[in-house]
């Protein structure tokens, strides 16, 4: 145990360096387009939207039937569609995801060759009532390209209808799959618009597996007919469970919307007796969501059901789990589900849950999110099943009620939800310390600085193999935020993330719009912060340089070798057995500067450590005795 801490410590700082004027924002490298974007007034150089900003709608009535024996969807689809750009559009672009294990597809990684298939079929397209020639279709990667009769002018109103047929994955897939053969996540399983936004136009780049997605906002008016004995969850809202549910289900349902204790809806019993549905050989299940950027299900005729609900203001967000009766967490995620909603809302961010409602299915791999539900691999540890749960259920916040663009800039939504969920877990278990904090330091200390893996953060999603993905989508972005967070305080940095929130409700921001809010927030221009976090090749890696021994005063230089600027926590021990810390805020670097000299507290000194237990490269040149 130390004997004492000095946690800050006034002392002069002498800067080995000339001054360098600190980068500014503005300065940053910004692509054509997106100043084009400026140019055209659809943004401001503030983080708000500009005047001239639009984004198009896309709302979709779907009627599907998937066939669980053989794994076929067949459905159909209209589309409304209103092109609020001043552009005259000549083609539409949608994405078919289900494309992605077409024979022949390029994939970022492999997949079971049960699961590979000859791809989306389309069996009709009409556009305004005029059928189009399949023939002319256009097909590349998961985009299908349809020239329309004339053209969409701007301000119109466009009707797309759809049929199609596909085979869903059989075993286990990325983000979705088939569970122990009777259980399914269906997902990406309509022909969806691809993105037509301000600043590239159609956001037509094919979808390829490790980026995620993309889309416009809109209603949802969904039917999906299934066999009798299965059961669904969704993004939407049912609204036909009397037509579905015998009795004793639906006071189960009544109960847990009311309660905010878990309640058991379907047992293991349940499904043995299977006289949870009205008789009939199939059900239609009718759902309606609002204002969303994508629609996906569970199904099964096996998992069991948990539900409960959490009050918030003067509604209560209905919370539902489904899995199997052998996993060895999900008996628990109901609860937890429940106690993640309340900590975003009351700690951080601080801001009204915006989902309408949570659902959690069994399924995997790891844990996947869309409005309303999510897909998640049961884990084995109860932390593990605590952390990702709130993790995916706070991307409620970012990307659905904030529209980030996850196919460019999955870092935003990544690097946002890992850290605040990281926040949300910590409250949850009661961690004061945050011990996640020295976790995160040492998985990007054991991966940083690799010439495959550590690239700069802002490259395009869509661009990165697997393993960057994962460095540069989330294990970095959480560590930016995590130092914003301790340099900024909670405070601020809630505000800022709240700012965020509010100005692009519901609309598609950029990176460079969150780095102005920030900036605004902060009350300085961060640019010295984003420039090497986020646009250059660089690291962490702090070093003790050289040591000058004084009487009465000792000096130590600190060497900034991996061009990060990161905190300094300098801990000097004593030889009387004493103990103090110097602390500096990661600012010391703003000017451009490599090193920094720090006068020590005097006495006579037996070693000095430097980032103990923090993000650190090297840590070999971080103590001196």
Same mark, same amino acid.
């Given at each position: 145990?130390?004997?004492?801490?000095?946690?800050?410590?006034?002392?002069?700082?002498?800067?080995?360096?000339?001054?360098?004027?600190?980068?500014?924002?503005?300065?940053?490298?910004?692509?054509?387009?997106?100043?084009?974007?400026?140019?055209?007034?659809?943004?401001?150089?503030?983080? /708000?939207?500009?005047?001239?900003?639009?984004?198009?709608?896309?709302?979709?009535?779907?009627?599907?039937?998937?066939?669980?024996?053989?794994?076929?969807?067949?459905?159909?689809?209209?589309?409304?569609?209103?092109?609020?750009?001043?552009?005259?559009?000549?083609?539409?672009?949608?994405?078919?995801?289900?494309?992605?294990?077409?024979?022949?597809?390029?994939?970022?990684?492999?997949?079971?060759?049960?699961?590979?298939?000859?791809?989306?079929?389309?069996?009709?397209?009409?556009?305004?009532?005029?059928?189009?020639?399949?023939?002319?279709?256009?097909?590349?990667?998961?985009?299908?390209?349809?020239?329309?009769?004339?053209?969409?002018?701007?301000?119109?109103?466009?009707?797309?209808?759809?049929?199609?047929?596909?085979?869903?994955?059989?075993?286990?897939?990325?983000?979705?799959?088939?569970?122990?053969?009777?259980?399914?996540?269906?997902?990406?399983?309509?022909?969806?618009?691809?993105?037509?936004?301000?600043?590239?136009?159609?956001?037509?780049?094919?979808?390829?597996?490790?980026?995620?997605?993309?889309?416009?906002?809109?209603?949802?008016?969904?039917?999906?007919?299934?066999?009798?004995?299965?059961?669904?969850?969704?993004?939407?809202?049912?609204?036909?469970?009397?037509?579905?549910?015998?009795?004793?289900?639906?006071?189960?349902?009544?109960?847990?919307?009311?309660?905010?204790?878990?309640?058991?809806?379907?047992?293991?019993?349940?499904?043995?007796?299977?006289?949870?549905?009205?008789?009939?050989?199939?059900?239609?299940?009718?759902?309606?969501?609002?204002?969303?950027?994508?629609?996906?299900?569970?199904?099964?005729?096996?998992?069991?059901?948990?539900?409960?609900?959490?009050?918030?203001?003067?509604?209560?967000?209905?919370?539902?789990?489904?899995?199997?009766?052998?996993?060895?967490?999900?008996?628990?995620?109901?609860?937890?589900?429940?106690?993640?909603?309340?900590?975003?809302?009351?700690?951080?961010?601080?801001?009204?849950?915006?989902?309408?409602?949570?659902?959690?299915?069994?399924?995997?791999?790891?844990?996947?999110?869309?409005?309303?539900?999510?897909?998640?691999?049961?884990?084995?540890?109860?932390?593990?099943?605590?952390?990702?749960?709130?993790?995916?259920?706070?991307?409620?916040?970012?990307?659905?009620?904030?529209?980030?663009?996850?196919?460019?800039?999955?870092?935003?939504?990544?690097?946002?939800?890992?850290?605040?969920?990281?926040?949300?877990?910590?409250?949850?278990?009661?961690?004061?310390?945050?011990?996640?904090?020295?976790?995160?330091?040492?998985?990007?200390?054991?991966?940083?600085?690799?010439?495959?893996?550590?690239?700069?953060?802002?490259?395009?999603?869509?661009?990165?193999?697997?393993?960057?993905?994962?460095?540069?989508?989330?294990?970095?972005?959480?560590?930016?935020?995590?130092?914003?967070?301790?340099?900024?305080?909670?405070?601020?940095?809630?505000?800022?993330?709240?700012?965020?929130?509010?100005?692009?409700?519901?609309?598609?921001?950029?990176?460079?719009?969150?780095?102005?809010?920030?900036?605004?927030?902060?009350?300085?221009?961060?640019?010295?912060?984003?420039?090497?976090?986020?646009?250059?090749?660089?690291?962490?890696?702090?070093?003790?340089?050289?040591?000058?021994?004084?009487?009465?005063? /000792?000096?130590? /230089?600190?060497?900034?070798?991996?061009?990060?600027?990161?905190?300094?926590?300098?801990?000097?021990?004593?030889?009387?057995?004493?103990?103090?810390?110097?602390?500096?805020?990661?600012?010391?670097?703003?000017?451009?500067?490599?090193?920094?000299?720090?006068?020590?507290?005097?006495?006579?000194?037996?070693?000095?450590?430097?980032?103990?237990?923090?993000?650190?490269?090297?840590?070999?040149?971080?103590?001196?005795?």
């Amino acid at each position: 145990m130390k004997k004492s801490i000095l946690t800050w410590i006034i002392l002069p700082v002498l800067f080995v360096a000339g001054e360098i004027k600190a980068q500014k924002t503005t300065d940053l490298y910004i692509p054509l387009e997106i100043k084009r974007a400026y140019a055209n007034e659809t943004r401001n150089g503030n983080g /708000t939207p500009g005047k001239n900003y639009f984004q198009n709608r896309t709302d979709y009535s779907i009627r599907a039937e998937f066939f669980p024996d053989n794994k076929i969807l067949t459905g159909t689809e209209t589309i409304t569609y209103k092109n609020n750009s001043k552009d005259s559009l000549a083609r539409l672009r949608f994405n078919l995801y289900q494309n992605l294990y077409k024979k022949g597809a390029a994939r970022d990684a492999d997949t079971k060759p049960e699961n590979i298939h000859d791809g989306v079929e389309i069996l009709n397209i009409k556009v305004n009532g005029s059928p189009i020639d399949l023939k002319l279709l256009q097909f590349y990667s998961t985009i299908m390209s349809v020239t329309v009769p004339g053209k969409l002018a701007p301000g119109s109103e466009t009707k797309i209808e759809i049929g199609w047929k596909e085979k869903m994955p059989e075993t286990l897939a990325r983000r979705q799959g088939t569970y122990n053969k009777t259980n399914f996540f269906i997902a990406y399983w309509y022909p969806k618009i691809c993105v037509f936004d301000d600043i590239e136009g159609w956001n037509s780049v094919g979808h390829q597996g490790n980026a995620e997605f993309y889309g416009d906002y809109g209603n949802f008016d969904v039917q999906v007919t299934v066999p009798a004995e299965y059961t669904i969850w969704s993004s939407g809202a049912l609204l036909n469970a009397e037509e579905i549910f015998t009795d004793k289900y639906l006071a189960r349902i009544k109960k847990a919307s009311l309660s905010d204790s878990v309640i058991h809806i379907i047992s293991e019993k349940d499904r043995i007796e299977n006289q949870i549905t009205k008789p009939g050989a199939k059900h239609i299940w009718k759902y309606k969501t609002e204002n969303q950027t994508d629609f996906a299900f569970g199904v099964s005729n096996q998992y069991v059901w948990d539900a409960t609900s959490v009050q918030l203001g003067n509604s209560r967000i209905p919370i539902n789990s489904a899995y199997s009766t052998t996993s060895k967490t999900f008996s628990k995620v109901a609860e937890v589900s429940r106690q993640s909603v309340e900590s975003f809302t009351k700690n951080a961010p601080g801001i009204p849950f915006p989902g309408r409602q949570v659902n959690v299915f069994e399924g995997g791999p790891n844990g996947m999110e869309f409005p309303g539900i999510i897909n998640q691999e049961d884990y084995s540890s109860p932390e593990e099943m605590t952390m990702v749960t709130s993790h995916e259920i706070g991307h409620a916040y970012f990307p659905f009620n904030v529209g980030i663009n996850e196919q460019k800039y999955g870092w935003m939504d990544e690097g946002l939800m890992t850290f605040i969920g990281f926040l949300a877990f910590s409250d949850i278990l009661g961690d004061t310390s945050m011990m996640f904090k020295s976790l995160l330091a040492a998985k990007y200390n054991e991966e940083a600085a690799t010439e495959g893996v550590d690239v700069p953060t802002m490259l395009v999603s869509y661009s990165l193999p697997d393993m960057t993905y994962g460095f540069v989508t989330y294990l970095r972005p959480t560590a930016v935020f995590g130092l914003l967070y301790d340099y900024l305080g909670k405070e601020k940095f809630m505000l800022a993330v709240k700012k965020f929130s509010d100005n692009w409700e519901g609309k598609h921001p950029i990176p460079y719009d969150l780095f102005f809010t920030f900036n605004e927030v902060a009350g300085e221009d961060l640019g010295w912060f984003w420039k090497p976090w986020m646009f250059d090749f660089g690291y962490v890696d702090l070093a003790i340089g050289r040591v000058e021994t004084g009487k009465p005063e /000792t000096t130590v /230089t600190i060497e900034n070798k991996g061009g990060y600027p990161v905190p300094i926590v300098l801990k000097v021990a004593y030889k009387d057995g004493s103990e103090k810390t110097i602390r500096k805020p990661m600012d010391v670097w703003k000017s451009g500067n490599k090193t920094i000299s720090i006068v020590l507290p005097k006495g006579d000194i037996r070693e000095i450590t430097l980032n103990k237990g923090m993000m650190e490269t090297y840590p070999a040149n971080n103590s001196f005795n």
